[in-house]
């Protein structure tokens, strides 16, 4: 009761401002990764989050760059008030955003502005202060390949700017890049590498990919959907609309999460340009030191550039994500490493020092092993021994005879040390006739 007081009283007050506004909202009639919406005919309907948006604060402040160069900014003095607007205000605003993509308002764009300027208004902090590192690498890129340049709000929505984003079916990266979709774009995945995993590489291949979708599509929001979804949920969803190339008319039989995709694209462009608008303060970034690349042409482990340059192990990590277990594999092929800039001649200076630190330590695989040639001896206990011989007899089928011309059964017997039953149990012979050269078992 009390806190639907104080809610009552912000609301009040705003309003008197001739604002409709509300606290962070709680949002408990939605489920985390969902919203309910209501179409034209008053029919509800259930759209899914993109994976990033249920990501929580916590696991993005764990990165490196995060830890190291991004705070909370302390000055901020804007209340952590959510003002809430009448929909005429958001549709001008994003007319406003430059922009050659179609940036349309309806109702399900305003449910995912809702989420960023609400739940997730924390982790809008975040990635603006994240987008000092990650931007100017993704309009680069983007530019490059002469795309739009809001593009660069995609990796907003596809992994909340955490460059160790997995998601449940395996995309990775920035860019949520599949392991096929990565390798036809030329991103290199191995035990030792994964390329999705880095911002400039994989960046310039998500251009490369939205370049070839717009050349099949000519539509950017398809093109946006194709990117979540793939080429052939899209040409299934238009043909199942007679030919319609058009998101919105589509719309009804793409995947649950595209339904949601492009309306968060357009979200994300709408926040990372008025955050101000809705209270939310920025992180305080202060950039990485500048940095520069040394080529590797040997194997190479991250601990032990990290040893003898004294270089904390966890900024190497952060600035080589492609190297999955610390390895830079140069024998394989010339492999980059990058370090603070003021470390190149450090590590220049004291290179083979490098690469003799503990390398037999943290390098075990074997390029040549001598196989053992000794005669295997064994010595059992007599108890052993006769288990093992009588294993031996059983899983060779016992032992056998050749029955020799004028033999009997009886005789046959006698000799083995067994008796006549026996051996028609185990050979299956009903009266006393045998037949030379046949073989008989005994045991």
């Not at 305003?110 to 590192?133: C, E, P, T, W």
């Not at 890049?177 to 590498?193: A, E, I, P, R, W």
């Not at 001649?345 to 000794?374: C, K, M, P, Q, W």
Request: glycine share 4%.
């Amino acid at each position: 009761m009390k806190k639907k007081t104080i809610l009552m009283a912000v609301a009040l007050f705003l309003a008197s401002q001739g604002i409709k506004a509300q606290v962070v909202e709680d949002e408990g009639y939605d489920d985390e990764n969902e919203i309910t919406v209501t179409d034209n005919q008053g029919d509800e309907e259930v759209i899914e989050f993109p994976e990033a948006m249920a990501f929580e604060l916590d696991s993005l402040l764990n990165h490196y760059m995060s830890k190291a160069y991004l705070t909370e900014d302390n000055d901020c003095r804007m209340k952590d008030v959510n003002p809430v607007f009448e929909k005429e205000v958001y549709i001008e605003r994003l007319k406003r955003i430059p922009s050659v993509i179609e940036l349309p308002y309806n109702d399900v764009v305003q449910k995912f502005i809702d989420r960023y300027s609400g739940r997730l208004r924390h982790s809008v902090s975040y990635m603006l202060g994240a987008s000092n590192f990650y931007m100017p690498i993704f309009e680069e890129a983007l530019e490059t390949y002469g795309l739009p340049l809001e593009l660069k709000y995609l990796p907003v929505i596809e992994s909340a700017l955490n460059p160790t984003a997995v998601s449940r079916v395996g995309a990775t990266g920035l860019w949520q890049f599949m392991l096929t979709t990565g390798k036809q774009y030329g991103l290199n995945v191995n035990s030792l590498v994964d390329e999705r995993r880095d911002p400039l590489k994989s960046s310039y291949a998500a251009a490369h990919y939205l370049s070839d979708l717009y050349k099949i599509y000519g539509d950017w929001s398809l093109v946006i959907a194709a990117y979540n979804c793939g080429p052939d949920n899209i040409n299934k969803a238009i043909h199942r609309a007679k030919g319609v190339k058009d998101y919105w008319q589509i719309y009804p039989y793409l995947p649950k999460e595209t339904r949601g995709y492009v309306p968060a694209f357009i979200a994300a462009n709408y926040i990372m340009n008025y955050y101000c608008e809705h209270n939310i303060c920025p992180m305080v970034t202060r950039l990485p030191a500048k940095t520069d690349t040394v080529m590797i042409n040997k194997n190479l482990h991250l601990e032990q550039v990290a040893a003898v340059c004294n270089i904390d192990i966890e900024q190497l990590r952060a600035l080589n994500p492609s190297y999955r277990r610390d390895i830079v594999p140069g024998l394989t092929a010339l492999s980059p490493l990058r370090l603070p800039q003021t470390e190149v001649g450090r590590f220049i200076d004291r290179e083979d020092s490098v690469y003799n630190h503990r390398a037999d330590e943290l390098f075990t695989r074997r390029a040549l092993v001598a196989v053992n040639d000794d005669t295997p001896s064994y010595t059992s206990s007599k108890r052993s021994s006769k288990k093992s011989s009588k294993k031996s007899r059983r899983s060779s089928g016992g032992k056998t005879v050749t029955i020799r011309q004028g033999q009997t059964l009886s005789e046959i017997a006698k000799k083995n040390h067994t008796t006549v039953a026996k051996l028609k149990r185990l050979n299956g012979i009903k009266g006393t006739n045998i037949r030379a050269g046949k073989k008989l078992r005994v045991r």
